[in-house]
C-alpha cells in the first residue's frame, strides 16, 4: 500500500509563502497524475495544481495561477507546491493526490492520498 505523507504547513501572514512537500513510500509520480487538492471548512475539495497523466501537462486553477506551482522529484519520490503571496482565501487543508488518471484536477481520478495539512493565512 502506497503512502503519501504532507508537510510543511503553518500560519502565515497574507503575502507570505510556504513550501508543502509530499512524501510517497513508492514510486508512484514517474507515470501516473500527481495532484495538489485543498478543502476549506464547508466547501468542496478543490484540485487546483497537478500534473496529468495523459499528457504530462500542467493544470492551474485561476485562483492560484503564478503563485502556487508544482514540482517534483522523482528521485526522491516526492512533489511539491511552493506558495507566494499567499491570500486569506487560501486558508485551508491541503491534501496532494497520486497514482491518478484521467482529468487530473478531479479527485475521483486519484487512488493515494495524503492526510492532509493545514494552511492558515492572516490578513
Known amino acids: 500500500e502506497v503512502q503519501l505523507v504532507e508537510s510543511g504547513g503553518g500560519l502565515v501572514q497574507a503575502g507570505g509563502s510556504l513550501r508543502l512537500s509530499c512524501a510517497a513510500s513508492?514510486?508512484?509520480?514517474?507515470?501516473?497524475?500527481i495532484g495538489w487538492f485543498r478543502q476549506a471548512p464547508g466547501k468542496e475539495r478543490e484540485g487546483f495544481s497537478c500534473?496529468?497523466?495523459?499528457?504530462?501537462?500542467?493544470y492551474y486553477a485561476d485562483s492560484v495561477k503564478g503563485r502556487l506551482p508544482i514540482s517534483v522529484d522523482n528521485a526522491k519520490n516526492t512533489v511539491y507546491l511552493q506558495m507566494s503571496s499567499l491570500k486569506p482565501e487560501d486558508t485551508a487543508v491541503y491534501y496532494c493526490?497520486?497514482?491518478?488518471?484521467?482529468?487530473?484536477?478531479?479527485?475521483?481520478?486519484?487512488?493515494?492520498w495524503g492526510q492532509g495539512t493545514e494552511v492558515t493565512v492572516s490578513s
Open positions: 500534473i496529468s497523466s495523459i499528457d504530462g501537462s500542467t
Open positions: 493526490a497520486g497514482g491518478g488518471w484521467g482529468t487530473c484536477s478531479l479527485p475521483k481520478f486519484y487512488d493515494y
Open positions: 513508492g514510486s508512484i509520480f514517474d507515470d501516473y497524475g
